[in-house]
């Protein structure tokens, strides 16, 4: 290309004819000045369409011919040096490259903030998911969780595998923990609410029984809204006692409360039931039918089997019975056989009465009520003055199996309920025909042992459920018998199968997981395999039971054997505790415990105690290392605080200052450099050490332009000697012998960046060309221009012209010298 353009400006200077008109000329400079542009706009477009180095962006965008490609090409580059060297060139010059790369470095830096912050997002909210699921704060717990979580959501994306992982181990475990909260809240608040439906049970149960006794003789309460009271608390109490502990104080209540409102109800049934017999006794006048027996006995009949509870208000239905059984008492005249004694009745009686005390002494209710009919039985037989003998005591002895019938009736009576309530539960549930069969055995074993029920309705009750409970185990019990002889034939294939693996079997190369795989299936299968005949089973299960322990000795001998390599690996572990370099024995903790995930297998129990001890020798480990960083953390406060000290007072220099001064701080700042400083105080450190050798070296290049300045100045005044020349010059100028002061403002004015005046910019593009040709132009960069710079102004000084440069040249040169010292 450079050889191109070569041929391609001699061939049009020897082609230019010379007799043409001088009015011409400029015409012909403009075209060749455009074709000069041309081609190098193509030539760094070319550049830019192809893969251009970061360099060669660097150049273009600072010595591209249009502003177009300059910000084409400061827009592809991406090496931050480049850019910082492109930032320098461009600024006070072209505004677009500045801006452009400016605005490309400080995406980069927010980048690399943004990577940073998110780095340490994810750490953050790993240690904090860590220390709630260890914490026992456990307010607002479910809050912080889902904040956790939605937070991890955001950044889990950027976060390492291993992050993830630990991430979610330490997420698993606060939702353990927040599922135990929960489950306790909730056990709390159902046995409140159980608490308070036992206590709202119990003053309704009293509310009612006070409402009855204060109730108006008049008529009778109402059977439905009491028989639906009773059963809807019943329903309710169950409800309410079911899973929870209750105090003998509340079932006492409660039962004591149902016990009479049931008594209650079942007198008022049984008064509906007979209100026809008993309207017939109000009809009967007293003073006429006491002497009938027949009305009289109707009427004892009638009372006794409504048993109307005492202490509540004697309804006006059976006030005609009660008061018939008064006169009839009162009008009763003594029987002939008052007057005759009867000896072996009163001893047969006397007999009676001893059995029956020592019947109700052992609260035998059943016999203690046959032997109280027998003695009454006697007792009626006796005359009357026998019976005085014996009326008092026979009333005692009365009242007693009474109160023994009341005791164990409220005893068991709110038992046989339950009984009755649970077996129609369990009917209705849909069960293991086993477990269902052996609950229906277990409640009817209850019952027996609570001596049966004197309510023919109560136990009715419970056989029919029992029956319907029992039903549908009948068809399974049924096809048991087959099934026994099938688990039988799967009991035997298993020891089969279990035989051949172990005749087989190569230990010194098993698959030990397997092996204990195979041990837990079979182990599992047998048991499966149920029910079955036991007699059959027995030498199998012998056989089964063999071949296991043939097993279960290979697989514990192989169990030890990684137990003791576990053991070892423990004692090395705990051999790191102590052990230095610090960072040595942190990496070879982490070994080891790559090298304990892969031995195999061992019992469980061992495990633990050897997983235990090697992760307490490593957690110790581990510990130093927090140590060592929590004592580099504030060693780093302290340097942090000394560097913020120093920085403040290198801030305050400038190129006011002697260069001593600049040296000394910049000395001071690079030696905490050294330090244990914060990376962010490192970066201000550096910072302020980059900006003090700027300074230093501004300072440096404004002394040096301005005595080249001086020299130029001295070179056009003719006062130029040859001692005020550095030795050096000399030989820089030998290269520029051929080229005029006019030249070397030119080429000054391209190394500056200096525009040219009007009639020096065809020049000017000449010479630049020429260069770009001989492939001196890219040389001319950052890193040499001073030196380029340097030989101009020793050209100036020392080429041979025949004139002396003129002053308006010396000012161009002066100010392209200048150029270089603006910020």
Same mark, same amino acid.
């Given at each position: 290309?450079? #050889?191109?353009?070569?041929?391609?400006?001699?061939?049009?200077?020897?082609?230019?004819?010379?007799?043409?008109?001088?009015?011409?000329?400029?015409?012909?400079?403009?075209?060749?000045?455009?074709?000069?542009?041309?081609?190098?706009?193509?030539?760094?477009?070319?550049?830019?369409?192809?893969?251009?180095?970061?360099?060669?962006?660097?150049?273009?965008?600072?010595?591209?011919?249009?502003?177009?490609?300059?910000?084409?090409?400061?827009?592809?580059?991406?090496?931050?040096?480049?850019?910082?060297?492109?930032?320098?060139?461009?600024?006070?010059?072209?505004?677009?490259?500045?801006?452009?790369?400016?605005?490309?470095?400080?995406?980069?830096?927010?980048?690399?903030?943004?990577?940073?912050?998110?780095?340490?997002?994810?750490?953050?909210?790993?240690? !904090?998911?860590?220390?709630?699921?260890?914490?026992?704060?456990?307010?607002?717990?479910?809050? %912080?969780?889902?904040?956790?979580?939605?937070?991890?959501?955001?950044?889990?994306?950027?976060?390492?595998?291993?992050?993830?992982?630990?991430?979610?181990?330490?997420?698993?475990?606060?939702?353990?923990?927040?599922?135990?909260?929960?489950?306790?809240?909730?056990?709390?608040?159902?046995?409140?609410?159980?608490?308070?439906?036992?206590?709202?049970?119990?003053?309704?149960?009293?509310?009612?029984?006070?409402?009855? %006794?204060?109730?108006?003789?008049?008529?009778?309460?109402?059977?439905?809204?009491?028989?639906?009271?009773?059963?809807?608390?019943?329903?309710?109490?169950?409800?309410?006692?079911?899973?929870?502990?209750?105090?003998?104080?509340?079932?006492?209540?409660?039962?004591?409360?149902?016990?009479?409102?049931?008594?209650?109800?079942?007198?008022?049934?049984?008064?509906?039931?007979?209100?026809?017999?008993?309207?017939?006794?109000?009809?009967?006048?007293?003073?006429?039918?006491?002497?009938?027996?027949?009305?009289?006995?109707?009427?004892?009949?009638?009372?006794?089997?409504?048993?109307?509870?005492?202490?509540?208000?004697?309804?006006?239905?059976?006030?005609?019975?009660?008061?018939?059984?008064?006169?009839?008492?009162?009008? +009763?005249?003594?029987?002939?056989?008052?007057?005759?004694?009867?000896?072996?009745?009163?001893?047969?009686?006397?007999?009676?009465? #001893?059995?029956?005390?020592?019947?109700?002494?052992?609260?035998?209710?059943?016999?203690?009520?046959?032997?109280?009919?027998?003695?009454?039985?006697?007792?009626?037989?006796?005359?009357?003055?026998?019976?005085?003998?014996?009326?008092?005591?026979?009333?005692?002895?009365?009242?007693?199996?009474?109160?023994?019938?009341?005791?164990?009736?409220?005893?068991?009576?709110?038992?046989?309920?339950?009984?009755?309530?649970?077996?129609?539960?369990?009917?209705?549930?849909?069960?293991?025909?086993?477990?269902?069969?052996?609950?229906?055995?277990?409640?009817?074993?209850?019952?027996?042992?609570?001596?049966?029920?004197?309510?023919?309705?109560?136990?009715?009750?419970?056989?029919?459920?029992?029956? $319907?409970?029992?039903?549908?185990?009948?068809?399974?019990?049924?096809?048991?018998?087959?099934?026994?002889?099938?688990?039988?034939?799967?009991?035997?294939?298993?020891?089969?199968?279990?035989?051949?693996?172990?005749?087989?079997?190569?230990?010194?190369?098993?698959?030990?997981?397997?092996?204990?795989?195979?041990?837990?299936?079979? $182990?599992?299968?047998?048991?499966? #395999?149920?029910?079955?005949?036991?007699?059959?089973?027995?030498?199998?299960? +012998?056989?089964?039971?063999?071949?296991?322990?043939?097993?279960?000795?290979?697989?514990?001998?192989?169990?030890?054997?990684?137990?003791?390599?576990?053991?070892?690996?423990?004692?090395?572990?705990?051999?790191?505790?102590?052990?230095?370099?610090?960072?040595?024995?942190?990496?070879?903790?982490?070994?080891?415990?790559?090298?304990?995930?892969?031995?195999?297998?061992?019992?469980?129990?061992?495990?633990?105690?050897?997983?235990?001890?090697?992760?307490?020798?490593?957690?110790?480990?581990? #510990?130093?290392?927090?140590?060592?960083?929590?004592?580099?953390?504030?060693?780093?406060?302290?340097?942090?605080?000394?560097?913020?000290?120093?920085?403040?007072?290198? !801030?305050?220099?400038?190129?006011?200052?002697?260069?001593?001064?600049?040296?000394?701080?910049?000395?001071?700042?690079?030696?905490?450099?050294?330090?244990?400083?914060?990376?962010?105080?490192?970066?201000?450190?550096?910072?302020?050490?980059?900006?003090?050798?700027?300074?230093?070296?501004?300072?440096?290049?404004?002394?040096?332009?301005?005595?080249?300045?001086?020299?130029?100045?001295?070179?056009?005044?003719?006062? *130029?000697?040859?001692?005020?020349?550095?030795?050096?010059?000399?030989?820089?100028?030998?290269?520029?012998?051929?080229?005029?002061?006019?030249?070397?403002?030119?080429?000054?004015?391209?190394?500056?960046?200096?525009?040219?005046?009007?009639?020096?910019?065809?020049?000017?593009?000449?010479?630049?060309?020429?260069?770009?040709?001989?492939?001196?132009?890219?040389?001319?960069?950052?890193?040499?221009?001073?030196?380029?710079?340097?030989? *101009?102004?020793?050209?100036?000084?020392?080429?041979?012209?025949?004139? !002396?440069?003129?002053?308006?040249?010396?000012?161009?040169?002066?100010?392209?010298?200048?150029?270089?010292?603006?910020?």
């Amino acid at each position: 290309m450079a #050889a191109f353009i070569k041929k391609l400006f001699k061939s049009k200077k020897t082609t230019e004819p010379a007799t043409k008109p001088s009015v011409e000329q400029p015409t012909k400079d403009s075209g060749h000045q455009q074709d000069t542009r041309d081609i190098l706009r193509e030539q760094q477009r070319h550049i830019l369409n192809g893969a251009p180095t970061q360099q060669q962006l660097a150049t273009i965008a600072v010595e591209g011919v249009t502003a177009e490609l300059r910000l084409k090409a400061a827009g592809q580059m991406t090496d931050a040096a480049c850019l910082h060297q492109v930032q320098k060139q461009a600024k006070g010059k072209d505004k677009g490259v500045y801006q452009a790369v400016r605005q490309t470095l400080q995406r980069q830096k927010e980048e690399k903030a943004k990577q940073e912050a998110l780095v340490a997002t994810v750490t953050n909210l790993i240690r !904090s998911a860590t220390e709630q699921a260890r914490s026992d704060d456990t307010k607002l717990y479910e809050a %912080r969780l889902d904040a956790l979580l939605g937070q991890w959501k955001e950044v889990e994306q950027h976060a390492t595998a291993e992050q993830t992982q630990e991430f979610l181990q330490a997420s698993h475990r606060c939702q353990q923990r927040l599922d135990e909260i929960k489950q306790a809240k909730d056990d709390e608040t159902r046995q409140h609410d159980q608490k308070e439906q036992r206590s709202e049970t119990l003053q309704l149960l009293q509310s009612t029984l006070e409402d009855l %006794r204060g109730h108006s003789p008049e008529g009778l309460p109402s059977l439905s809204s009491l028989d639906a009271l009773q059963k809807t608390q019943e329903n309710r109490w169950l409800e309410a006692t079911r899973d929870t502990a209750v105090s003998d104080a509340e079932k006492k209540a409660y039962n004591s409360a149902m016990l009479t409102l049931r008594n209650y109800i079942s007198a008022i049934r049984r008064i509906t039931q007979h209100r026809e017999a008993l309207a017939a006794l109000a009809t009967a006048k007293p003073e006429e039918h006491a002497g009938d027996s027949d009305i009289r006995k109707q009427a004892q009949t009638l009372v006794d089997e409504i048993n109307w509870p005492s202490g509540y208000p004697l309804p006006d239905i059976l006030q005609p019975a009660h008061t018939l059984l008064k006169k009839s008492a009162s009008t +009763k005249t003594p029987a002939l056989s008052d007057v005759q004694p009867n000896d072996a009745a009163i001893a047969e009686l006397k007999q009676t009465i #001893a059995k029956l005390e020592s019947a109700l002494e052992s609260k035998q209710l059943k016999e203690s009520r046959q032997l109280l009919k027998s003695a009454q039985a006697v007792f009626k037989d006796l005359n009357h003055r026998e019976r005085k003998t014996f009326q008092a005591r026979m009333q005692l002895l009365n009242g007693q199996v009474n109160e023994l019938s009341d005791w164990l009736g409220f005893a068991t009576e709110p038992k046989q309920i339950t009984l009755c309530e649970q077996m129609e539960y369990l009917a209705d549930q849909p069960m293991d025909p086993e477990a269902k069969a052996e609950r229906i055995k277990e409640l009817q074993k209850e019952w027996r042992e609570l001596g049966g029920s004197s309510d023919r309705s109560l136990w009715t009750r419970f056989k029919e459920a029992s029956d $319907r409970a029992f039903e549908p185990c009948k068809d399974y019990f049924s096809a048991k018998s087959g099934l026994k002889q099938n688990n039988l034939e799967t009991r035997k294939k298993i020891c089969e199968e279990l035989e051949t693996f172990l005749s087989q079997a190569d230990w010194s190369a098993m698959d030990w997981k397997g092996a204990e795989k195979i041990h837990q299936t079979a $182990r599992q299968e047998w048991k499966s #395999a149920w029910p079955v005949e036991f007699r059959d089973n027995r030498p199998i299960q +012998k056989r089964f039971d063999d071949l296991l322990k043939r097993l279960e000795t290979s697989l514990d001998e192989e169990r030890r054997k990684n137990e003791t390599l576990k053991q070892a690996i423990v004692e090395k572990a705990q051999a790191l505790v102590e052990h230095d370099p610090l960072q040595d024995a942190i990496n070879q903790a982490k070994n080891l415990q790559k090298d304990w995930k892969a031995i195999g297998i061992t019992r469980h129990r061992e495990d633990r105690k050897l997983w235990q001890t090697f992760r307490s020798a490593c957690d110790q480990i581990f #510990a130093r290392r927090d140590a060592q960083r929590s004592a580099h953390k504030e060693a780093m406060q302290v340097a942090d605080e000394s560097a913020k000290q120093a920085l403040s007072a290198a !801030s305050q220099l400038n190129e006011s200052n002697e260069d001593s001064a600049l040296s000394d701080a910049q000395k001071s700042l690079s030696s905490l450099l050294g330090s244990e400083v914060s990376p962010g105080t490192s970066d201000q450190l550096k910072a302020e050490i980059q900006r003090l050798k700027k300074t230093r070296a501004h300072r440096a290049l404004s002394s040096t332009i301005q005595n080249w300045q001086t020299l130029v100045d001295a070179r056009t005044d003719g006062t *130029l000697s040859q001692e005020e020349v550095p030795s050096h010059w000399p030989e820089l100028a030998h290269h520029l012998a051929g080229a005029d002061h006019g030249e070397l403002v030119i080429r000054a004015e391209i190394l500056s960046g200096v525009e040219s005046p009007a009639e020096d910019q065809q020049r000017r593009m000449e010479i630049q060309v020429r260069r770009l040709a001989d492939g001196m132009g890219s040389s001319e960069q950052s890193g040499s221009t001073m030196q380029e710079l340097e030989k *101009l102004v020793a050209g100036w000084c020392l080429v041979d012209t025949d004139h !002396s440069p003129v002053h308006p040249l010396a000012q161009r040169m002066n100010q392209a010298i200048g150029a270089l010292a603006l910020p």
